[in-house]
Antibody, heavy 120, light 110 residues
Framework: QVQLQQSGPGLVKPSQTLSFTCAIS??????????WNWIRQSPSRGLEWLGK?????????NYAVSVKSRITINADTSKNQLFLQLNSVTPEDTAVYYC??????????WGQGTLVTVSS | QSALTQPASVSGSPGQSITISCTGT?????????VSWYHQHPGKAPKLMIY???NRPSGVSNRFSGSKSANTASLTISGLQAEDEADYYC??????????FGGGTKLTVL
């Protein structure tokens, strides 16, 4: 049974970097039929897809235009973990952040979600 | 990429059927059969209910069905039950290789 366990800070100061980890069990982050996503949700922006990574002989990433200049998604195959970094955060980045496994863009499995607040 | 358009709220009585629409463009919903639907209860992560327009994952009730016409996808819930009360979201693959979500619809079971 595949499970996604998220970890990350609950509070980040403006202009700092937000970092999240998604620990994957029951599957491999480098599984060449899986795609791994980061999604966030806030009352003002609803559900917002941030980006994805997958391994097809090499790593491929794709990011939402809204965060493309500030986001990095990568993975550590030795730890079987997925990471999200979002730079130069503002209060607008306050949201619940989810990692999710997708198949043909359908998010078949979600992490538990982690609320992060951007505030000084 | 603009969010897909969903009605803010719909309601129905137990046993009735309701339909939630999800309108996109020819760059997303209209061009790909990669439309998904999710429901979300308060404080929980979304759960996949429909994928690739009309397919149900294992374990999802056959009261849930999906369809698509041109740039609009639809989710129909028949035989409405109290536990169906939740927020519903659609999503679609886009021509940019990204994913876009709808703004969400709050379903109230009267």
């Amino acid at each position: 049974q595949v499970q996604l366990q998220q970890s990350g800070p609950g509070l980040v100061k403006p202009s700092q970097t937000l970092s999240f980890t998604c620990a994957i069990s029951g599957d491999s982050v480098s599984n060449n039929s899986a795609t791994w996503n980061w999604i966030r949700q806030s009352p003002s922006r609803g559900l917002e897809w941030l980006g994805k990574t997958n391994y097809r002989s090499k790593w491929y990433n794709n990011y939402a235009v809204s965060v493309k200049s500030r986001i990095t998604i990568n993975a550590d195959t030795s730890k079987n973990q997925l990471f999200l970094q979002l730079n130069s955060v503002t209060p607008e980045d306050t949201a619940v952040y989810y990692c999710a496994r997708s198949v043909n863009t359908a998010m078949v499995l979600w992490g538990q979600g982690t609320l992060v607040t951007v505030s000084s | 990429q603009s969010a897909l358009t969903q009605p803010a709220s719909v309601s129905g009585s137990p046993g009735q059927s309701i339909t939630i629409s999800c309108t996109g463009t020819s760059s997303d919903v209209g061009s790909y059969n990669y439309v998904s639907w999710y429901h979300q209860h308060p404080g929980k992560a979304p759960k996949l209910m429909i994928y690739e327009v009309s397919n149900r994952p294992s374990g999802v009730s056959n009261r849930f069905s999906g369809s698509k016409s041109a740039n609009t996808a639809s989710l129909t819930i028949s035989g409405l039950q109290a536990e169906d009360e939740a927020d519903y979201y659609c999503s679609s693959y886009t021509s940019s290789g990204t994913v876009v979500f709808g703004g969400g619809t709050k379903l109230t079971v009267l």
